[in-house]
C-alpha cells in the first residue's frame, strides 16, 4: 500500500517561517498531483497549494507570495516552505497525493492522505 508520512509543523512568532516535508512510500508507480491542505478549528479542510507532476502550481489566494510548494520527483516527497506566517495560518496541515500504485499485475490510482501536521502561529 502507500503512506504519506509528514515531518516539520511546530509552532512559530508571527511572521516566522516554517518548512513541511512529506514522503510517500509504498508500491509506487507514479504521482500526478501532490499538495498541502490544512484545517482549523472548526472550519472545513481548505486546499493551500498543489503541485502537478510537471511542476505547474496552484496556491489559495490567503497564501500567494508567502508560501512556495515544490517537490522532488525522485523521492516521491512534497514540500511546503511557509514565509511571514500569520496567526490565521494556525491549523492542522495535511500532505496529499494522486498516486497510480502497483497492485498484482497492475495499477490502481487513489487519493491518499498524510496523518496531518501541527502549525501554530502565535507570541
Known amino acids: 500500500q502507500v503512506q504519506l508520512v509528514e515531518s516539520g509543523g511546530g509552532l512559530v512568532q508571527p511572521g516566522g517561517s516554517l518548512r513541511l516535508s512529506c514522503a510517500a512510500s509504498?508500491?509506487?508507480?507514479?504521482?500526478?498531483?501532490m499538495g498541502w491542505y490544512r484545517q482549523a478549528p472548526e472550519k472545513q479542510r481548505e486546499l493551500v497549494a498543489t503541485i502537478a507532476s510537471g511542476g505547474r502550481t496552484n496556491y489559495v489566494d490567503s497564501v500567494k507570495g508567502r508560501v512556495t510548494i515544490s517537490r522532488d520527483n525522485a523521492k516521491n516527497a512534497v514540500y511546503l516552505q511557509m514565509n511571514s506566517l500569520k496567526p490565521e495560518d494556525t491549523a492542522v496541515y495535511y500532505c496529499y497525493g494522486d498516486i497510480t500504485y502497483v497492485r498484482g499485475r497492475g495499477y490502481e490510482r487513489n487519493d491518499y492522505w498524510g496523518q496531518g501536521t501541527q502549525v501554530t502561529v502565535s507570541s
Open positions: 509504498g508500491s509506487i508507480f507514479s504521482i500526478n498531483v
